[in-house]
């Protein structure tokens, strides 16, 4: 019997960019607190889409990272507003993951200081996206010592070989799911994903890119959807879009979920479906 997998939210910072946002002299995450209606507007359109889980507008939103809009000021109040914004959107039923960017890994005590604020405002979860192996390693350490901490989400933009190793030694470090998130091609990110799956027995995350010229392409949603059935597989058990990707994508995604056999969530370690 197939396990169904939940469906993630798409890219944010890129549809904020399509709003106006400037990023030669802006944030995506100071618009939690400067334009908090399209920050809101965006996370409603993929939850009418199927997403089940959103992640909080926090990419950059470390002290290391507002300090160069001279934000620093407004880092916990950022990053509360951020999850009440995606909590008001999935409601109490779906869930929220606070997102945590490489930059956090900046300055030693970022990333720490930045999860304590999403876990005190109420996340389901935490996902350190877009890092590289050794940035993920370090991030981990600071993390996995916070009592009471929720479920970790590491996520690399491209994984080391080689890529056996490297995920052991996540999930030693602490990872509760590991997996890829933004790079826009489809297959490799479906043999990395199967090698990930031979190595770990936790779930596993697949978020990808798109290349930003074609974000409502037709055929890539449908390669997204068709990919579904395969990464259930490899025990992928969170589906969604990075840069570059729209509700379409999560749509597209959400309806081959549920085309899915089994309506049953498995978020516990496990070994690959078959």
């Known amino acids: 019997m197939v396990r169904r997998p939940i469906a993630l939210d798409a890219g944010m910072g890129t ?4 709003l106006g946002l400037d990023p030669r002299h802006d944030d995506p995450s100071l618009w939690n607190l400067d334009r908090p209606a399209e920050v809101a507007g965006v996370h409603a359109r993929d939850v009418r889409a ?7 507008n926090t990419f950059g939103a470390n002290r290391s ?8 000021n407004d880092l916990e109040k950022i990053n509360q507003r951020a999850v009440e ?9 779906g869930f929220v993951l606070g997102d945590i ?3 956090a890994a900046d300055r030693i005590g970022a990333a720490q200081e930045q999860a304590k604020i999403l876990m005190e405002a109420g996340v389901d979860g935490l996902i350190l996206e877009t890092l590289r192996l050794e940035t993920a390693l370090a991030v981990l350490r600071e993390l996995t010592s916070i009592p009471g901490r929720p479920p970790l989400i590491a996520s690399l933009w491209a994984w080391p070989e080689p890529i056996e190793d490297a995920a052991r030694r996540l999930v030693d470090a602490g990872a509760d799911v ?5 790079r826009p091609v489809l297959l ?3 043999e990395a994903t199967r090698r990930l799956a031979s190595a770990v027995p936790v779930p596993l995350l697949f978020k990808p890119g798109i290349a930003p010229e074609d974000p409502e392409d037709t055929a890539r949603q449908s390669a997204f959807a068709t990919a579904v059935r395969e990464l259930v597989g490899y025990n992928v058990r969170i589906i969604g879009g990075c840069c570059g990707t729209t509700e379409s994508h999560v749509e597209a995604v959400a309806g081959a979920i549920a085309a899915l056999d089994s309506p049953r969530i498995d978020s516990t370690r496990q070994g690959p479906a078959t």
Request: net charge positive.
């Open 101 to 103: 960017g490489p930059t």
């Open 50 to 56: 199927g997403a089940v889980a959103l992640l909080t």
């Open 85 to 93: 914004l995606a909590r008001g959107a999935a409601g109490e039923s």
């Open 188 to 190: 490799e990110m479906l």
């Open 65 to 72: 990272w507002l300090s160069r809009f001279d934000r620093v």
């Open 178 to 182: 590991i997996g890829s998130n933004c």
């Open 15 to 18: 549809r904020l960019i399509a």
